[in-house]
């Protein structure tokens, strides 16, 4: 008896906060875009994405932009594997489940809506790390200051995009 309590308290004594399951972590970010919403909101699909977001090359592994369509992309080294979990383009919204390999999964949510004669745009990641090494990847991405950084180079990245298919018109 007293083994058996002696090691539980041992397995008690081990068990490790980086074990344990975290909960997710989330921050959303906005930015306007001089483009009707129905323009922008094209810009947010992995096909989309290609016109705007050095490096994006997504492998198409099932579907297009329907809920449930999967596709895989490379980040840093990792293999990103991405869900659209949902599609509504009447209302500009689609979200993503994505998996990094080795270090984190979640959500991301945009949406774009109509304001000041332009686009709205709003990104909200909600991520879940797999490793140490992933909880300091979400803990960086999610800075309140590095979120605005990032949040400002899509914003540039895509009225870069938006200038350059107006002048091959």
């Known amino acids: 008896m007293s083994y058996h309590l002696s090691a539980l308290a041992l397995a008690a004594l081990l ?3 980086a074990a344990m399951s975290m909960p997710p972590a989330s921050r959303s970010g906005t930015f306007h875009l001089d483009s009707p919403p129905q323009r922008a909101f094209a810009l947010f699909t992995a096909q989309g994405e290609r016109r705007w977001a050095p490096g994006w090359d997504p492998e198409i592994l099932s579907g297009d932009v329907e809920r449930g369509s999967v596709f895989r992309t490379r980040s840093h080294n990792r293999t990103v594997v991405w869900i659209v979990s ?3 383009a009447g209302a500009q919204r689609v979200s993503y489940a994505r ?4 270090m ?3 959500l991301v949510d945009v949406s774009c809506e109509a304001a000041d004669g332009g686009t709205q745009v ?3 990641y909600t991520l879940t790390p797999l ?4 909880q300091h990847n979400i803990a960086h991405l999610l800075d309140a200051q590095h979120y605005a950084a990032f949040m400002e180079e899509w914003r540039a990245a895509i009225t870069a995009a938006l200038r350059r298919d107006d002048e091959a018109d």
């Open 15 to 17: 068990w490790s906060t």
């Open 86 to 88: 949902a599609y509504d």
């Open 99 to 102: 998996l990094v390999d080795g």
């Open 104 to 106: 984190n999964m979640g």
């Open 122 to 124: 709003t990104v909200r």
């Open 131 to 134: 490793s140490e090494a992933g």
